[in-house]
């Protein structure tokens, strides 16, 4: 039945006229340039694709193993949890939501959806679309409420498992109410490394550019720290990042609202980052002007702080330049040949293993760097990235046994099913058999 329904839902989102109408429905509660919300329902509409017909089935796949007897075998099964909870931000109001909740519904769960409630329109909109593909209603209950709420809710309901994508925070309060019955796609203090090898200057800048600053910076796999090898400090990529930077603008809404820190806030962290000896400010560092925005929400331009590797590893500093900022920013360092080995220091004390990118063809450096790191989603090569996740590999941290993923069967059979093994044990017994002594 699920094929049947993600194969008509998926034909919906490919239409032009849903596809846009979900795209400016994300503009209006999400702060989105019209691209990377018709980004996000793109990636949705081919995760419906990837789960047509019996794909949905494929997903239950069981195994079996020979007895060591006639008549026994053990199968594993893949087992749904039943009663379970979705919880997910506002930065991704189609494409998280949904891909869970379908991915709850796959392994033959009951899911309660609870998105965040600045942007649980979109959502409402899609599951009614559900509702028009063939989805029974009773199969999914949708819930918009303020935290507490919801909390208050998962307390006494008490679901098998529950998913939750948002702040480390509220993640580790969840953990303990729930005890640990919980799977978690949390924060991310996201980094890049540049290799020795300095090629493609321009297409390495754009892609900075767009993992710091689209969507504002508010992605859980936004660059939040930029490693540069000695040789590319004598290329043009500063220069050009903060060209690419400053075309950013709020009428288009490349750079935007940020809805979890205040211009108040960001600013004042970065004005403690400049403290710190060495450091200063590459580009960016002012509020945006010409607005309305409420002062609840943060406005600065896409901003780039460059600190000293020697100080970002001192005791007093590192906590510090590791705060993630949910918004337009991020660390900017160089380190020389023979320092490779402080920067694997800085990343092995990071404590949020989501995303991380080696922009490297050098596969001796590719080689070192991958195997001594843990990130859950690290791309390798030229043109590594930490943003922009499709729909057809896993993205989700590692190093955490509370780690969730999304969009790949693995992460669906991960997040949605529990290993359940049946042994099958049909006899006959040994001819003769009698009653042994005791042991």
Not at 249 to 270: I, N, Q, R, S, W
Not at 303 to 329: H, M, Q, R, S, W
Request: aromatic share 10%; charged share 20%.
């Amino acid at each position: 039945m699920f094929g049947d329904i993600s194969a008509k839902a998926a034909y919906q989102l490919s239409l032009p006229e849903v596809s846009d109408f979900f795209s400016k429905l994300i503009q209006r509660v999400a702060p989105k340039s019209y691209q990377q919300a018709l980004g996000e329902v793109y990636v949705t509409q081919k995760f419906l694709e990837n789960f047509c017909g019996d794909q949905v089935r494929f997903l239950a796949r069981s195994f079996a193993v020979p007895g060591n007897h006639l008549g026994q075998q053990s199968h594993g099964f893949r087992w749904p949890y039943g009663p379970v909870a979705i919880i997910t931000p506002f930065n991704f109001p189609l494409e998280i939501p949904l891909l869970q909740l379908m991915g709850a519904l796959y392994m033959g769960n009951k899911p309660v959806v609870k998105v965040d409630s600045k942007v649980c329109i979109v959502m409402e909109q899609m599951i009614r679309l559900l509702h028009d593909c063939g989805l029974p209603m009773e199969d999914v209950d949708f819930i918009n409420s303020d935290g507490n709420t919801m909390n208050k809710l998962l307390k006494e309901a008490e679901p098998r498992m529950t998913l939750f994508t948002g702040s480390s925070r509220v993640a580790d309060k969840l953990a303990v109410d729930l005890k640990g019955r919980i799977k978690l796609e949390d924060a991310g203090f996201d980094w890049k490394i540049l290799g020795p090898d300095v090629q493609e200057v321009d297409y390495v800048a754009w892609v900075c550019d767009q993992d710091a600053y689209a969507c504002s910076g508010q992605k859980c796999s936004a660059q939040s720290i930029l490693f540069m090898h000695e040789n590319w400090t004598k290329t043009p990529l500063l220069r050009k990042m903060a060209d690419l930077a400053a075309r950013r603008k709020l009428d288009d809404l490349t750079v935007g609202p940020v809805l979890t820190f205040t211009t108040e806030a960001m600013l004042g962290h970065m004005n403690k980052l400049l403290q710190i000896s060495g450091s200063k400010l590459l580009f960016g560092g002012e509020a945006l002007e010409n607005h309305n925005i409420p002062a609840i929400y943060g406005a600065i331009k896409p901003t780039a702080v460059f600190i000293p590797l020697e100080e970002i590893l001192k005791d007093n500093n590192y906590e510090l330049v590791t705060k993630e900022i949910f918004g337009p920013f991020q660390i900017v360092t160089e380190y020389k040949h023979n320092q490779l080995p402080l920067v694997l220091k800085a990343l092995e004390k990071m404590n949020a293993h989501l995303t991380a990118a080696v922009v490297s063809n050098d596969p001796l450096f590719l080689q070192e760097v991958i195997g001594k790191t843990v990130n859950g989603t690290t791309y390798a090569g030229l043109r590594a990235r930490t943003t922009g996740a499709p729909q057809n590999h896993w993205f989700g941290p590692a190093g955490d046994p509370r780690g969730a993923g999304i969009g790949t069967p693995e992460a669906i059979k991960l997040v949605w099913s529990c290993h359940r093994e049946i042994i099958y044990d049909h006899g006959p017994l040994p001819q003769k058999w009698e009653i042994p002594t005791a042991t």
